[in-house]
């Protein structure tokens, strides 16, 4: 039998409550397909950690984390602590610890869920966005200077480097070469940005010249916005920065229904260390402990997840449960319906197990 160690980390908000439903769901996953196990271990890392011990995870914490085959991630995001903290001590310090510079994000609009477009309907829309995840204007370089003086200063460095520009690239290329459609769009903004977008757009051309079967175009960054809107058909793979792909995926999310059902992987391709799977919603504080977080975005990270791990045909069982409970109406408050996070979860369950099978 296989055996997949999954490191769980719920972390913050609605992630303490997502992330035991999605571990649930892929423990029954798991049963029915009979050829793989997981060894999950969930740490408590996060902001409640952070308040113990001044940490939002141990200094040994990568190290801890490489054994593992996956990490599966929840939230981070405490209303009582600066972001910069909760992020930066966490999420960030994993994924670019780890060297997890692709960030892939699939939007759907599942069967069952009503895109906010009109006239967009379920299978309308196919998009992938690949996030550069470990450099441009995140890469966390700057400072502060005169602070709490009239000519106090802060910068913040947007850093692109041909390496980091290029395997992002390729990766984008690769998606796109695997796609019916083969079309790939670079979005930049080289027209205002006239150094690191350059560069950006330079290595595109270069890159491209390996990907003969790709069509690939470029499109500044608020004109893509602007077309996700007016013509979603038009789109299909997508790369862009850490910052311009960091939005525009969560406009893809509303798009798609709600931010509670997009997923999101942040992959190491060369599988030097584990890759971490993470729904895109945030802490949600608002919902926090209501019990009506949707789960839906965890569910297909899950699947994600599955796929990483090469279990291509139980991710496919996964989504195929996942859509069969949206369209039979079994939703939550974000998508208009009055489902709570138990009987979303309970209903994937049943529709893995086979329990309202025709």
């Given at each position: 039998?296989?055996?997949?160690?999954?490191?769980?980390?719920?972390?913050?908000?609605?992630?303490?409550?997502?992330?035991?439903?999605?571990?649930?769901?892929?423990?029954?996953?798991?049963?029915?397909?009979?050829?793989?196990?997981?060894?999950?271990?969930?740490?408590?890392?996060?902001?409640?950690?952070?308040?113990?011990?001044?940490?939002?995870?141990?200094?040994?914490?990568?190290?801890?984390?490489?054994?593992?085959?996956?990490?599966?991630?929840?939230?981070?995001?405490?209303?009582?602590?600066?972001?910069?903290?909760?992020?930066?001590?966490?999420?960030?310090?994993?994924?670019?610890?780890?060297?997890?510079?692709?960030?892939?994000?699939?939007?759907?609009?599942?069967?069952?869920?009503?895109?906010?477009?009109?006239?967009?309907?379920?299978?309308?829309?196919?998009?992938?966005?690949?996030?550069?995840?470990?450099?441009?204007?995140?890469?966390?370089?700057?400072?502060?200077?005169?602070?709490?003086?009239?000519?106090?200063?802060?910068?913040?460095?947007?850093?692109?480097?041909?390496?980091?520009?290029?395997?992002?690239?390729?990766?984008?290329?690769?998606?796109?070469?695997?796609?019916?459609?083969?079309?790939?769009?670079?979005?930049?903004?080289?027209?205002?940005?006239?150094?690191?977008?350059?560069?950006?757009?330079?290595?595109?051309?270069?890159?491209?010249?390996?990907?003969?079967?790709?069509?690939?175009?470029?499109?500044?960054?608020?004109?893509?916005?602007?077309?996700?809107?007016?013509?979603?058909?038009?789109?299909?793979?997508?790369?862009?920065?850490?910052?311009?792909?960091?939005?525009?995926?969560?406009?893809?999310?509303?798009?798609?229904?709600?931010?509670?059902?997009?997923?999101?992987?942040?992959?190491?391709?060369?599988?030097?260390?584990?890759?971490?799977?993470?729904?895109?919603?945030g802490s949600a504080f608002d919902i926090e402990g209501k019990g009506v977080a949707?789960p839906v975005a965890t569910f297909w990270t899950g699947a994600m997840m599955l796929?990483?791990?090469?279990?291509?045909?139980?991710?496919?069982?996964?989504?195929?449960?996942?859509?069969?409970?949206?369209?039979?109406?079994?939703?939550?408050?974000?998508?208009?319906?009055?489902?709570?996070?138990?009987?979303?979860?309970?209903?994937?369950?049943?529709?893995?197990?086979?329990?309202?099978?025709?």
């Amino acid at each position: 039998m296989r055996r997949h160690r999954i490191a769980a980390i719920p972390a913050d908000g609605i992630g303490k409550e997502v992330i035991p439903a999605g571990l649930r769901v892929l423990q029954a996953l798991a049963e029915r397909d009979g050829g793989f196990a997981f060894e999950i271990e969930t740490l408590p890392w996060g902001s409640d950690f952070y308040r113990q011990t001044g940490r939002m995870m141990p200094e040994e914490g990568l190290e801890m984390l490489r054994g593992f085959d996956a990490i599966y991630f929840g939230a981070v995001g405490d209303k009582d602590l600066p972001d910069d903290i909760t992020l930066w001590g966490l999420r960030l310090r994993i994924c670019q610890g780890f060297d997890q510079y692709a960030n892939i994000r699939p939007t759907r609009v599942l069967p069952g869920l009503t895109s906010p477009l009109r006239g967009v309907e379920p299978g309308d829309i196919d998009w992938v966005i690949v996030r550069e995840n470990s450099e441009g204007e995140y890469a966390g370089h700057g400072g502060r200077a005169h602070r709490g003086h009239p000519e106090e200063v802060a910068t913040e460095v947007a850093i692109f480097t041909r390496a980091g520009v290029a395997r992002i690239m390729r990766v984008a290329f690769r998606i796109a070469q695997s796609r019916p459609r083969k079309l790939l769009t670079v979005v930049t903004k080289s027209n205002a940005q006239r150094h690191g977008m350059v560069l950006w757009d330079e290595i595109a051309a270069e890159v491209a010249r390996d990907f003969p079967e790709v069509t690939w175009e470029k499109e500044l960054v608020d004109a893509m916005a602007a077309r996700m809107i007016r013509r979603p058909a038009s789109v299909d793979t997508v790369v862009a920065t850490n910052l311009h792909a960091d939005i525009l995926s969560d406009l893809a999310g509303a798009v798609a229904g709600s931010l509670g059902v997009a997923p999101t992987a942040n992959l190491d391709p060369e599988r030097r260390a584990p890759s971490m799977f993470e729904p895109i919603h945030g802490s949600a504080f608002d919902i926090e402990g209501k019990g009506v977080a949707n789960p839906v975005a965890t569910f297909w990270t899950g699947a994600m997840m599955l796929e990483h791990l090469g279990e291509g045909r139980a991710a496919a069982a996964l989504m195929a449960a996942v859509e069969r409970v949206c369209a039979d109406g079994v939703l939550t408050a974000d998508l208009g319906g009055t489902a709570t996070t138990e009987d979303v979860t309970q209903a994937v369950i049943d529709a893995i197990r086979g329990v309202n099978a025709a």
